[in-house]
Each structure stands twice: as C-alpha cells, then as structure tokens.
C-alpha cells in the first residue's frame, strides 16, 4: 500500500493541497490509514459522511441495490429515487424534487431554473443576486455565483448576470435588486467562506424584498443541509420559506448524489429543459433514503441539536484559555474557530496527533463531524486541539 503520495502525485492532477496521507478504511467516526493509524474524523469527507464509515443500515442497502439494479435511465420511473424525493418533500415546505450528482450541478439547476422562472414573466428578467464570500461550485454557472474573486480570476470571463451584495448588509442587497432580478442565491450559513451565519432579521428582509421583486429566493444548503444544523434544512432555524434549495454533500453519505428542490410556483421545467444521465439513479438515491429514515425516523436530529450544542460549548470554553482563538461560529455540528494564525499549521498539528479536521475562509478551522458523532468522542476532539493549539 505503500508509495501512493509519489504515485499520486505523479499521476493525478495537481488541482488539490493534499496532505500526505492514505486512508484507506473507516469505522464509525474514525478512519484508518494504510500504516494503520487511526484519526478522529471531525472533517467528515468535508461534511459528507453524515452516517460515519460502516453505517451498517447503509452498507446493507447499498449492497442489496448493488445486486440489483445499479443504474436505468431516467427515461423510466425509479422507485428509489421516487422514494427519497417523497422523504424530502413529505419533511418540508417543497413540491418537486430534481436530482443530479453534486453541489455544483444542483446549483447549475438551480440557475437555469431561475432563468427560466424569470423570462416567463419578462424577457429581460434573468439578473441572479449572490453574495460576498459566498461559494456555490466549480463549474461555470456555480463559479459565477461564487462571490470570491480568488475563484473566478483565472477562469474569466465568467457568466454575465450575476451581482454581490455584502453578506448581512440589507443596504447593500437593496441597492442591487431590481424588476430585472429573477433570483437571489444565498446560504444561511456561509461554509467555505469561514463559517459565517448569517442574521435572522437580515435574511428575513431578504425574503421580503425578494417577495416584492417576484425574484426566487434560492438557498444553497449544499453544506448546511440534511441535519448538520439539527433541523433537516439549515433555513427553519431562521424562519425563512425559500422557494428553491439545493443539496448535495450529505445527502448521500458518501454516495455522489445531488438534488435541487423547489416549490410549485418555481416548478417551471419541462420534459428537455434540463437533464442528467445519472441523476437520481438507484444506487445514489437507495443512499439518500438511507441517510432520509435515518434523520426523520430515527431521530438523529436531536441527536445532532445535543451534540451540536456541546461541541460549540466546548469551542467556547477553549477560547476563554487560548488567545490565538478569536472567535467561534457555527450551528449544530457545522462549528468554526476563527485564529490569529494559518488554519494549515492547525490542521497539520491535528493531522499528526490523529484527528481530521478542514480549513475554511482565510483564517477559521472548521468541525463538519459525522453526525454520528457522540459526547465522549466530541471530549477527544478538544482535547487533541487543545494539545495542538498549545503547541503553536
Ligand atoms: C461544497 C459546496 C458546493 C459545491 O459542491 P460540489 O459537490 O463540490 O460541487 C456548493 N455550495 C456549497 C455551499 C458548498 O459547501
């Protein structure tokens, strides 16, 4: 098993920072690599692996299907998918459910459908609204949603239409919508930014003027969605009735799978007006029923409102001893520690002493555990950070 740091970078495209390590197996929150080194897992695959490594209901679902039927086209109806779609809309505000395989591609929905809401009302109404610091994928459409120029700067030109407005700062929105706006593109808690929530009333006013405009209110819970925050979707902690969301990262725990909900105003796609070959196909969405029985039926969003809580409890406490913490922000198990040094070199001291954890923004570490995640294993995160920071 060994030689993969070589062969890898030898082979694959060099499009990541990698840390030099090789995980090879998984097993409730923990992960192992090939020299047998066990890691506390506090990034999750970047908040993907909502049931941990091994989940046995999962395994065995995912076995079955394998057996059965991996992949039909969309061409015919597909029991798993339509199973999951009935969980996601029996459990919120939506009607209809387009499934695909990432954040990126449900955003890239998300989009065209925005588009097309907005010309069906006027021909001029295709102008989408997104913010500072946000991020929203790399494919073209999500990367000129991105509000990060960092992104943008070596792909340009980007998509035209699209304007930011300054996160938390309802002056700044105003000033962008107008009668040509068919939709804003938010997240209630920006992830790859810093971890930064957004204010309730700020996204409320949102909501409001995005009603006076008739422009769609979009919410990318691609990161914050299906439990992290505690409640199914991260938008009914601020009281918001949005008329699309978009998921992807947890939905499948692990499984590549995306979706774009939206409610039966915004139902406006017709048979060729979007597509994808494996969207929603049975092996993807047998794993997001799975992940769906899991959060709804057995009861893992309190779970993860305790734990959540705990963990954010924690953070707090460890800034009150260490200086190089300068703040801590977060929802349910989505937490961020804001530092006065390079998240890396945090990073890195986890890494050494058995813990995974992941960067976010310039200066935050950010807690995206396995929603699985208990008390006694959240007491073993603070202590191998405590044991990091004071090595700083
Ligand atoms: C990760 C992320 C995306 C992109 O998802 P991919 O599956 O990598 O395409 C989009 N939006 C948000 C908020 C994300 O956190």
Redesign the pocket.
Known sequence: MSGYVELGQKYVMNSYNRFPIVVTYGEDVYVYDDKGKKYLDMCAG??VNALGYSHPALSAALKEQVDKLLHISNLYYIPQQIEAAKLLVENSLFDKVFFCN????A?EAALKLARKYGKNINEKKTKVITMNHS????TYG?LSATGQTKYQKNFMPVMEGFSYAEYNNIDSFKELIDQDTCAVLI?VIQ??GGIIPGNKEYLQEVQKICHAYDALLMI?E??TGIGRTGTLFAFENFDLQPDVITL??ALGSGVPI?AMLCTSKADVFVPADHASTFGGNPLATTAAKVVLEELIQKDLLSHVKEVGAYLEGELVKLKESFDVITDVRGMGLMQGIELKVAPKEVVSKCIEKGMLVVGAGENVVRFVPPLVINKEQIDECISILKESLKEL
């Open positions: 970047i908040a990432s954040g990126a591609e955003n991020f929203h994928g790399r999500a997240e992830g790859e990318d691609v990161q992807a990262k995306g």
